[in-house]
């Protein structure tokens, strides 16, 4: 009897209570264990709540199960043993301020969004009528490039009421989606603000936007992948102090990550992407469109139709120690700026200032595509002005290394690295004596003048 109360315990049941009755008391490891199952919500306690094979509502209310009423006023581990569970509406996380510091762990679980959750109707323009302020003014972060909807989310993250910001984690987890590049798999709407969010080990798969961030800021990814969407990770308007590090990105049909274009006039700061793997993707590997103070170190790229794309009207974005390799050399064509195409014609194409490229290998295709200079540029690799840019003759600009710059020869259309002249110690010296005695001499002629 001991024995099976205890395996209850062990598998995260989600009871609270204690063992009564028993011969004898418990040991400190098995007091850890009921501990920790205390704390823990099992989905699998409400399979009762499964109607022909949708899990939503059973995953619904093992979250909402995390409330004061039930002991729980400071979040839980709300856990999802391995297996496939089907998702026909959208889950909701943070809409009890109990959620705070909720933990979603599932290794080896997937959450499949069906073909009735991408029929979920989004009632876009009945939210339109109800926001006011930067809640309205961020609606339209939910929507594509071509004004549509981006889809209907797997699982939604909300601000709990009365907190300040949401201490999510979610770790283990994979989105996947029955019909492919349908629907987001994580998103924060733009009327909710759950700020310290922290993505740890998930997995996403065939989404139009696998991870949409519409406005909010203080978000985590480690070592994720994302994998076969349309867009990998999206942030729009205040998608501010976020890093990106350890992960893999690869196999998007559009682009990787984008940041921005911003809804209303806010940009997105403070973003830092790292040690992260970005392959054969036909877009761009990430695209910046509407962050400033963005931060590119230690990536790898490979196979994309353009690694980076600096593109947004802020600037101070740094690019160091990445190693680029290769275009996607399929003719995908997707990439267009200023009515080129540009895929595959550079690594890095630049229209923005204030952009630092340090310490970069390039392997294949021309280093750095300019379609501006202005402000503290310097690159690393010879730039090449886009076709049908005017650039002024002799337009220079600092290389990273200190020792030279790259001046713009307007009659052929190319950058040349000039380096600096720097004097010896007896040349400056006797550049010096040089000036000195024309001052004397030039002193002189004044005197003899004078009548």
């Known amino acids: 009897m001991r024995s099976s109360l205890m395996n209850r315990f062990v598998l995260c049941s989600g009871m609270v209570g204690v063992l009564l009755g028993c011969p004898d008391r418990a040991t400190p490891a098995e007091a850890a264990d009921q501990a920790r199952a205390a704390a823990c919500v099992n989905v699998r306690d409400f399979a009762d709540r499964v109607v022909a094979d949708d899990w939503s509502p059973a995953i619904q209310a093992a979250i909402d199960h995390v409330s004061a009423a039930n002991g729980y006023e400071n979040g839980a581990t709300v856990l999802f043993p391995p297996g496939t569970y089907k998702v026909n509406k959208t889950i909701l996380l943070g809409k009890s301020s109990s959620h705070y510091g909720t933990r979603l762990s599932g290794y080896g679980a997937v959450l499949m969004g069906t073909k009735t959750l991408d029929a979920q109707p989004l009632h876009y323009e009945e939210r339109e009528k109800t926001l006011t302020g930067d809640y309205k003014t961020a609606l339209p972060g939910e929507l594509d490039f071509n004004g549509k909807n981006v889809g209907v989310p797997i699982l939604e993250l909300w601000d709990p009421p009365n907190t300040e910001g949401s201490a999510f984690v979610v770790e283990g987890l994979t989105y996947d989606r029955e019909v492919n590049a349908q629907g987001v798999g994580i998103k924060i709407p733009a009327e909710t603000v759950p700020k310290n969010v922290t993505f740890r080990d998930i997995k996403v798969y065939r989404q139009n936007v696998g991870i949409h961030v519409v406005y909010a800021w203080q978000i985590r990814l480690e070592s994720c992948i994302i994998r076969s969407n349309q867009i990998g990770i999206w942030g729009r308007s205040h998608f501010n102090s976020v890093s990106i590090v350890n992960s893999t990105i690869r196999r998007q049909h559009l682009h990787g990550i984008v940041i921005g274009p911003n809804a209303g006039s806010w940009g997105s700061s403070a973003i830092y992407i790292a040690g992260s793997i970005f392959e054969e993707t036909k877009g761009y590997g990430i695209l910046n469109a509407g962050g400033c103070q963005v931060t590119i170190v230690g990536n790898y790229f490979e196979m994309v139709g353009n690694s980076i794309g600096v593109l947004p009207p802020y600037g101070n974005t740094l690019i160091d120690g990445n190693h680029f390799w290769g275009g996607y050399g ?122």
């Open 330 to 451: 399929h003719g995908w064509n997707l990439n267009k700026h200023k009515g080129q195409i540009v895929s595959d014609k550079g690594h890095v194409v630049v229209s923005s200032p204030g952009v630092q490229m340090r310490n970069n290998r390039y392997g294949g295709a021309t280093p750095i595509l300019v379609f501006r200079l202005s402000g503290a540029n310097c690159f690393d690799a010879l730039p090449v002005a886009a076709e049908g840019v005017i650039l002024a003759d002799g337009t220079r600009v600092g290389d990273s290394s200190g020792l030279g710059a790259y001046v713009y020869d307007a009659s052929n259309r190319k950058f040349e690295f000039q380096q600096y002249v720097v004097p010896t110690q007896q040349d400056a010296r006797a550049e010096a004596r040089r000036k000195e005695e024309a001052k004397v001499a030039q002193a002189g002629e004044i005197i003899l003048k004078e009548p």
